[in-house]
């Protein structure tokens, strides 16, 4: 990783941290409500116009211009 991203930008080791990545697991029953593309504007918890986009992998939640308009007309 070092090498290719020293190409772009001068980075030294020392600079690099380990992380952890995986899969993240699905935990709904057959019978249970959708988990995934919850969008929520947080403001009844005091939290005006923070909008919480839950369960949304990457593309989804990156790519989607219909996500983007929903969320517009939940902050106007």
Avoid: C, M
């Avoid at 116009?49 to 839950?54: H, M, P």
Wanted: cysteine-free.
């Amino acid at each position: 990783f070092l090498n290719h991203i020293n190409k772009f930008f001068k980075i030294n080791k020392k600079d690099l941290t380990k992380d952890f990545l995986g899969i993240r697991p699905k935990l709904q029953g057959p019978k249970d409500l959708a988990k995934d593309f919850i969008i929520v504007n947080e403001k009844n918890k005091g939290y005006e116009n923070f909008i919480n986009l839950i369960g949304i992998d990457s593309p989804g939640l990156t790519s989607s211009l219909a996500i983007g308009e929903y969320v517009r007309k939940l902050i106007i």
